[in-house]
């Protein structure tokens, strides 16, 4: 195909293929190169990307399945077209109408206790130690699951509905996301998750941002931050952030989505105001209270992103840098520096592998310091 009419079919096509397009780094032609094979893997990959209606052939392909099967083979077939074109994520919809095992009610005992046992340790320590529980899709807008999925709606015995009344009869300070956003439903005109989108609109995530200054300030260490203030507020039709992440995977060739968002713009504090240092462990939705939390300059806030994955640090007064998350982590330099820690759960991944992992290195870390301190004993 002639090189300017492939390039008029992708511009059409909108150019790339959200989470399928690789960028191939450019390998020059020299005998090393040619020889070592470097040269013609890097051909083939340029290829593969570029050949003439790649890009629109999947689009339309995918626009077929969308219309006529109501289904998506994108991002590996995890995308469930619900009714009215709600998009879930499949792990959401399985956890939300129970088609996974659940947790047993040893090990939902034992994810309590473990979460009790490292407060406490915090606490001795003069820090606050916060568990965040992050809203479901599934579990805020059931209605629109295809019915096939949850035939008799949502169960009961979920790993929320086990854990949660654990967490309060241990007096675990929780900040329970899925119910304040469920206790936000019939009250806007704007839907609490975007249509094409698996992350919590804005006004879930204030909602439950606020809740968590309200309980950081109740500190018995002297723990505060400033209370948000909204600047501005207002529902357009254009999208920000994630707010289509899961429409923008499917790649349609149509993607004619119109929904309404409620964007909420916070003020930001005077920068003579002192800030706390929190740090949160957690896993996407995260980055949502997060954004609030920096937007308003209330804090100097770390993100160890799934604990493991990398640490991101936004200073109050500065701007977001990220580091890799090493084998051997100083787990008190990490956490201990800190004078609020927040460990996030999403309703779904109540006792998922960051929070084991998190939970397992603290009690390993308390558990030596404990060892390493001396007993004083009184001799009679």
Avoid at 275 to 304: N, P, Q
């Amino acid at each position: 195909m002639p090189l300017f009419l492939q390039c008029t079919v992708d511009r059409v096509a909108n150019v790339s293929l959200a989470g399928m397009t690789t960028n191939t780094p450019r390998v020059s032609f020299d005998g090393e190169t040619w020889w070592s094979g470097a040269f013609q893997h890097y051909v083939e990959s340029w290829y593969r990307e570029n050949f003439g209606f790649r890009r629109p052939a999947l689009r339309l392909y995918n626009q077929v399945l969308f219309d006529v099967f109501r289904a998506s083979s994108m991002y590996d077939s995890s995308i469930v077209i619900g009714k009215h074109n709600e998009l879930y994520e499949w792990s959401y919809v399985r956890d939300a109408c129970g088609l996974h095992s659940s947790m047993t009610q040893l090990e939902a005992d034992q994810l309590a206790a473990n979460l009790k046992a490292v407060q406490l340790q915090f606490e001795q320590a003069g820090k606050d130690f916060i568990v965040l529980i992050t809203p479901s899709k599934a579990v805020t807008i059931p209605e629109n699951i295809p019915d096939r999925l949850c035939p008799n709606g949502l169960p009961s015995d979920t790993n929320y509905f086990r854990v949660v009344p654990l967490l309060e009869k241990k007096s675990i300070r929780l900040i329970d996301g899925q119910a304040i956003t469920l206790a936000q439903t019939g009250l806007s005109s704007v839907p609490l998750f975007p249509l094409g989108g698996t992350h919590w609109g804005d006004l879930a995530d204030y909602k439950v941002t606020d809740a968590l200054v309200a309980e950081i300030n109740r500190s018995r260490f002297g723990h505060t931050l400033p209370l948000l203030k909204i600047r501005t507020q207002r529902v357009d039709t254009e999208p920000r952030g994630n707010e289509t992440d899961l429409l923008e995977l499917l790649n349609l060739a149509r993607p004619n989505y119109t929904s309404a968002y409620l964007h909420i713009d916070l003020e930001p504090t005077p920068a003579s105001r002192s800030a706390e240092s929190l740090t949160f462990v957690g896993g996407s939705f995260t980055r949502g209270v997060v954004a609030f939390l920096v937007s308003a300059r209330a804090a100097d806030v770390s993100l160890f992103y799934y604990y493991i994955l990398s640490k991101e640090v936004w200073p109050r007064a500065g701007v977001r840098v990220e580091y890799p998350v090493g084998a051997n982590r100083d787990f008190g330099a990490d956490f201990l520096s800190s004078d609020v820690v927040v460990l996030e759960m999403n309703v779904a991944t109540i006792g998922g592998n960051h929070v084991r992992s998190f939970l397992d290195d603290a009690l390993l870390y308390f558990s030596h310091i404990k060892a390493q301190t001396p007993t004083i004993s009184t001799q009679r």
